[in-house]
């Protein structure tokens, strides 16, 4: 069975750090594209950063490039989310999400994700 169980996440301060993981089991990255979704209260989903399975190439979403470093480590079957400079508006639940695919062309923040982990909740407050 396919699982992706995020952890990582907490309160911190703005302009602080934190580092989001991802554990997948039943299935091995190597074959997926991957990456990080957010929702934040009263505001629709949105495509954060992602990682293609062909080639390793990221996509980030403008608001955290510059700011957020997404990685994976195929060895250990994890990928992560290294997030620096946070702002409050940062604040959200951060869900991993996973797809087979073949050769995506353009973002892989615009692709259609089956698999989601349950979230981990960040929060950017002083």
């Known amino acids: 069975q396919l699982q992706l169980v995020e952890s990582g996440g907490g309160l911190v301060q703005p302009g602080g750090s934190l580092r989001l993981s991802c554990a997948a089991s039943?299935?091995?990255?190597?074959?997926?594209?991957i990456g990080w979704f957010r929702q934040a209260p009263g505001k629709e989903r949105e495509g954060v950063s992602c990682i293609k399975n062909s080639g390793g190439s990221t996509n980030y979403a403008d608001s955290v490039k510059g700011r957020f470093t997404i990685s994976r480590d195929n060895a250990k079957n994890t990928l992560y989310l290294q997030m620096d400079s946070l702002k409050p508006e940062d604040t959200a639940v951060y869900y991993c999400?996973?797809?087979?695919?073949?050769?995506?062309?353009?973002?892989?923040?615009?692709?259609?994700?089956?698999?989601w982990g349950q979230g981990t909740q960040v929060t950017v407050s002083s």
């Open positions: 039943g299935f091995t990255l190597d074959y997926y594209t």
């Open positions: 999400v996973a797809q087979r695919t073949g050769t995506v062309i353009g973002s892989c923040l615009h692709i259609k994700y089956d698999y």
